[in-house]
């Protein structure tokens, strides 16, 4: 009899695990705390494949910078003040792990993981249903001279690491991208960057799913464990109690309650993302960009432009900060001047809850407290980029394979004794 996994979250990591897990023949079952229409954070995003983001969030410098940000209510970054100990604890291990030497380290898992991850994207294209991958590279646009000097030191960074970066003048990068209009200082640009619309990666996924007769129960929340010694047993749902060989925590920023519920410790806390998407742009770039400065996501998808954008802590609020919402837009003509920001007029804006660890790294692997649960949450903006890769690292884990990369530094209970 084949093994039964039980997926808890329909994200994108979920989705990923579980095809990962059905393809090596395994029975799956995937729950979810939403309806089937839904709009989470793996929906709206900005789509990227970026094995360019290799330094982890918490890295030398972001504190003084995350300090500055945050008195400006239109900023990259902003921490909603509230009485909480679960920030305090987790902003305590941002510090902690914001160091030179941990970042370094971080970096080379999350190139592994990343470049892991954009083979297995490749390989999902060339053999399924077309999601519409674009491997044409990414630009980190630089409006200033001095960020451009910065962006250059993390391209020599990552040529170190083996991923090919080259530093660009504004001519050089009107040529990269001519369709449209930029105002620069320079850029850099990474050609193993891709992009791809998430909705429709997210309908291979579950048209994948369906083909290989995988169950969901969609509205469907767990209320309670029922657990002997160091297993888990069943979790129990309004509908009834569900069995399982293993199970696997895929809940995005709800994870950590679930996690306390089994006396695990896993410090997250939600990062609130927008975008909105112009459906008829006044120019289409042909390639993916980011706005140094802004930390502003540009990607052309299927004849539309989505900008996103921001980090805002604030709990589990899905409540919409029009004043992010502004920054994301006014950033926009500073870096393509033929836009406007009334071009954004009528737009609503989506917004979505991203889980962001104290390091910067997520959490994947098995626990210590449990013989039979594994970890997949905590990919911070970096869900849908690592999700092929982490779907794998779980499928091999749940089968009792050796996983294909080291996950040392991604333990889930790399916290456990604070």
């Known amino acids: 009899m084949s093994r039964h996994v039980v997926i808890l979250g329909a994200g994108v990591i979920g989705l990923s695990a579980a095809l990962a897990c059905a393809r090596r023949g395994m029975r799956v079952t995937v729950l979810d705390r939403q309806p089937e229409q839904r709009n989470g954070c793996s929906f709206g995003n900005a ?15 972001m504190v003084g910078l995350g300090l500055k940000w945050m008195w400006n209510p239109q900023s990259p970054f902003y921490i909603q003040p509230r009485l909480s100990w679960d920030l305090l604890a987790w902003a305590f291990h941002f510090w902690r792990a914001s160091t030179p030497q941990r970042a370094a380290r971080a970096a080379i898992a999350l190139r592994d993981l990343s470049l892991l991850s954009r083979s297995c994207f490749i390989e999902h294209a060339r053999s399924g249903p077309d999601f519409g991958l674009v491997q044409k590279g990414l630009l980190m646009l630089c409006k200033t001279a001095h960020a451009l000097d910065e962006e250059a030191r993390t391209a020599a960074k990552a040529q170190a690491l083996g991923i090919p970066a080259q530093v660009l003048d504004p001519r050089a990068t009107a040529a990269l991208d001519p369709a449209v209009s930029m105002d620069v200082a320079g850029s850099v640009f990474f050609p193993k960057d ?12 579950h048209h994948e799913l369906t083909s290989l007769g995988a169950e969901f129960r969609w509205n469907t929340e767990v209320t309670s464990w029922q657990t002997t010694d160091s297993r888990i047993r069943s979790l ?70 989505r900008v996103g954008g921001t980090m805002e802590l604030a709990g589990l609020n899905e409540s919409i900060n029009l004043q992010r919402v502004r920054g994301i837009i006014r950033s926009v003509p500073r870096y393509y001047p033929q836009f406007r920001e009334e071009d954004f007029h009528g737009i609503q804006p989506w917004h979505g809850l991203r889980p962001c660890t104290p390091d910067g790294l997520p959490y994947l692997g098995r626990t210590a407290r449990w013989d039979n649960l594994l970890c997949a949450t905590g990919h911070a903006m970096m869900g849908l980029s690592l999700a092929p890769a982490t779907g794998l690292l779980v499928a091999e ?22």
Not at 47 to 61: D, T, W
Not at 397 to 418: H, V
């Open 236 to 305: 129990q749902t309004p509908a009834g109690p569900v069995t399982g060989d293993e199970f696997v925590l895929c809940g995005g920023s709800w994870s950590a309650l679930s996690a306390r519920s089994l006396d695990l410790h896993l410090p997250l806390q939600a990062g609130k993302g927008y975008s909105l998407t112009l459906a008829q742009p006044r120019q289409l770039p042909s390639l993916c960009a980011i706005f140094t400065e802004a930390r502003v996501a540009i990607t052309p998808m299927n004849g539309a432009l």
């Open 397 to 418: 884990l749940a089968s009792g394979a050796a996983p294909s990369a080291d996950l040392s530094l991604f333990s889930p209970d790399r916290f456990s004794a604070f």
């Open 194 to 205: 891709c992009h791809l619309p998430p909705e429709r990666y997210l309908a291979f996924l």
């Open 47 to 61: 789509g990227m494949v970026v094995p360019s983001h290799f330094m982890p969030l918490a890295s030398p410098g």
